[in-house]
């Protein structure tokens, strides 16, 4: 059975840093990688889609690396806004259908 | 173009009531899933419609169900409703679901029920 983590729970910088999300894995079956954000009260925001056969994906300052052999994936966010501020969760593609989330990183960035 | 749209956005019902949930995908999208987002278990996975179809499964008692018509909306149902079905149920579209490559999942805001 696939198993998600992601570390640390929550987080607290200041506002400018570069930080790093970790999410692990415990199948490296895996179709693919998709890292959300989650505003409070809200549905996700996808944020970036790394296939299994990716080593990592861009998108401003979002970078997602994927390592399936030791069954890990980052989220490096650049120069962090308070607008970063949310829940990040990392789902991994268990089939084409089905993704299983890890508990989420709360994300709070202090101006 | 439009996002996912789930109806409604907040529902409170009583203990042995039932209720359906709707979820409109984006255009052109086939594929639906369907997601219960608790703060215990954070977010499980009910099922996937794809062309009317469940392709797969969670691990929810038979008291869940659902069903997907001829224009890709899906509607989701619980009987027999308990005070542990309180919840936010999530929804999400993809282009489709075959081949070796999962595509981008992309989620609705959500419809927060209460059970009371």
């Known amino acids: 059975k696939q198993e998600v983590t992601q570390i640390p729970a929550a987080l607290s910088v200041p506002e400018g840093e570069n930080l790093v999300l970790n999410c692990s894995f415990t199948?490296?079956?895996?179709?693919?990688l998709q890292w959300f954000r989650q505003d409070p009260g809200k549905g996700l925001t996808s944020l970036l889609l790394?296939?299994?056969?990716?080593r990592e994906q861009t998108s401003g300052r979002l970078n997602a690396s994927l390592d399936k052999s030791s069954g890990r994936s980052t989220l490096y966010i650049a120069a962090s806004q308070p607008g970063d501020s949310a829940t990040y969760l990392c789902a991994v593609g268990q089939g084409a259908q089905k993704l299983v989330f890890g508990q989420g990183t709360r994300l709070t960035i202090n101006p | 173009k439009a996002g996912v749209t789930q109806t409604p956005r907040y529902l409170i019902k009583t203990r042995g009531q039932q209720v359906t949930l709707s979820c409109s995908p984006i255009s052109g999208h086939r594929s639906v899933s369907w997601y219960q987002q608790t703060p215990g278990q954070g977010l499980q996975f009910l099922f996937e419609?794809?062309?009317?179809?469940?392709?797969n499964k969670g691990n929810f008692p038979g008291r869940f169900s659902g069903r997907q018509f001829s224009n890709s909306r899906s509607e989701m149902n619980v009987s027999t409703l308990e005070l542990g079905d309180s919840a936010l149920y999530l929804c999400?579209?993809?282009?489709?679901?075959?081949?070796?490559?999962?595509?981008?999942?992309?989620f609705g805001q959500g419809t927060r029920l209460t059970v009371v």
């Open positions: 419609y794809f062309s009317e179809t469940q392709r």
């Open positions: 790394i296939q299994s056969s990716q």
């Open positions: 199948d490296s079956a895996i179709y693919n």
């Open positions: 999400a579209s993809r282009t489709s679901g075959t081949g070796s490559l999962g595509t981008e999942a992309f």
